[in-house]
């Protein structure tokens, strides 16, 4: 029997998602102990979980199914966001409500501000849905014309990152406001709004196509629990929680993520740190005067390189145990990412820069 025949005939065509890879791992090829490496390649809080969050995760009844209605999450949820339990989905994090929302849609094809997130694409094509790359202005603001040729074209769902990833910048109100008149989705990912910016949820209210996606992996520490939600039209959420998978959030990821709401106070002081420390890092960085920050309102800082490529650069601070995000594709072609991480993170990565 020829295996092939039985699958899907576009996977040679599926590009793979391309995610960065666990910590022993980087290690071995580095060749340092894991504790010599500086993680500022994925946007994640260094400073971890808050400790009672770590307790309650331990707590959690790992040997019972989850709630596969989500009540007390979605409960807590609500009045973290200010809104009613019914707007609120919960996933294993945001990749698993893009995912249900495709399949709650099928569009035959996605529009994508880019550059941004790559995983709306990489969701797109495994969906059969086809991705149209709608770039950005030379100041990576929203192309609002370009994106309204899109859905008239055939795009059922529209993909924006509030603030956006890499770039950090966030979404115009008013071009937003445009956008949601539209025949579409429309999808705002806040993964980064606990950073600054300023959220599009009390927009919903006015426009039964907007979603508003966000995630516990960044602010709360909580990245390899991954969890995350989804505010949106009571009905929409409700055709979203028939779609999912009934135990799609485990019980540590539910335990932590209500734990790490009723901690907010505490762990907004973290945040502050690290929004603190993304502004000391751009400032010392451009004070090397061959590394131009783009203004972030996320925890991480894009930065233009000049005199030398991208590539090279980080390259020579991986080797040197500090890890930045690098981007082989030519709207990013001499960028390179770095997340902001805690006061002796950012030493250690201006030491290296400094060596360069």
Known sequence: ?????????????????VPVKPLD????????????????????????????????????????YPDPGQQALRAAIARFAGVQAGNVVAGTGADDLIDILLRLVMPKAVAIAT??????????????A??????????????????RHAVHGGAGIVFLTSPNNPTGNPVNLAELDALCSLDALIVVDEAYVEFGGQSVVPLIAEHPNLVVLRTFSKWAGLAGLRVGYSISNPELARHMMSLKQPYNVNVAADAGARSAIAHWPEISETIAC?????????????????????PSQANFVLFAVEGRPAKDVAAALRSRGVLVRYYDRPDLANYIRISAGRPEDTDALL??????
């Open 130 to 147: 086809t991705p149209v790359e709608v770039p950005r202005r030379p100041n990576f603001d929203l192309d609002v014309v370009a994106l």
């Open 274 to 294: 690290i929004v603190a420390e993304r502004d000391r890092m751009a400032a010392k960085v451009a004070e090397l005067g061959w590394l131009t920050p783009i």
């Open 115 to 128: 550059p941004t997130f790559g995983m709306y694409r990489f969701l797109a094509r495994i969906s059969r």
């Open 25 to 64: 791992v980087l290690a071995a090829e580095i060749g340092l102990p894991v504790d010599r490496l500086v993680k500022l390649d994925a946007n994640e809080n260094l400073y971890g979980p808050h400790p009672d969050v770590l307790a309650a995760i331990r707590q959690a009844p790992f040997h019972i």
């Open 1 to 17: 029997m020829d295996l092939r025949s039985l699958l899907r005939d576009d996977l040679e065509e599926l590009e793979e998602y």
């Open 351 to 356: 030491a290296a820069l400094s060596a360069l």
